[in-house]
């Protein structure tokens, strides 16, 4: 079994950044691809970005490519979603997702485990 916590979000200003942090606990973090999912208010949850257990392959949502990056570090079992140049659409719930898979993907129903949310308000 995996726990992930997330934290770093917060209230900004538009064109802010903010880095979220997920811990994973569990032994076998480096083996699981992860990802981050957002939900908006009033809106299903959608896809953010994801990455493989080495890093190697990263995927975006088109809307957040150029401005977020996600990374891992795999000795502090943590993964990481830096978010530059925030705007007001991009406030939601943001979701840490593990997959007992090493291929990252962008499909919500193959992750396996979720941390709580954390809060990210961007304000105009």
């Known amino acids: 079994q995996v726990q992930l916590v997330e934290s770093g979000g917060g209230l900004v200003q538009a064109g802010a950044s903010l880095r979220l942090s997920c811990a994973a606990s569990?032994?076998?973090?480096?083996?699981?691809?992860m990802g981050w999912f957002r939900q908006a208010p009033g809106k299903e949850r959608e896809f953010v970005a994801a990455?493989?257990?080495?890093?190697?392959?990263?995927y975006y949502a088109d809307s957040v490519k150029g401005r977020f990056t996600i990374s891992r570090d795999n000795a502090k079992n943590t993964v990481y979603l830096q978010m530059n140049t925030l705007k007001p659409e991009d406030t939601a719930v943001y979701y840490c997702?593990?997959?007992?898979?090493?291929?990252?993907?962008?499909?919500?129903?193959?992750?396996?485990?979720w941390g709580q949310g954390t809060q990210v308000t961007v304000s105009s």
């Open positions: 990455i493989s257990w080495s890093g190697g392959r990263i």
């Open positions: 997702a593990g997959r007992r898979s090493t291929v990252a993907t962008d499909v919500e129903a193959q992750y396996d485990y």
């Open positions: 569990g032994r076998t973090f480096s083996a699981y691809a």
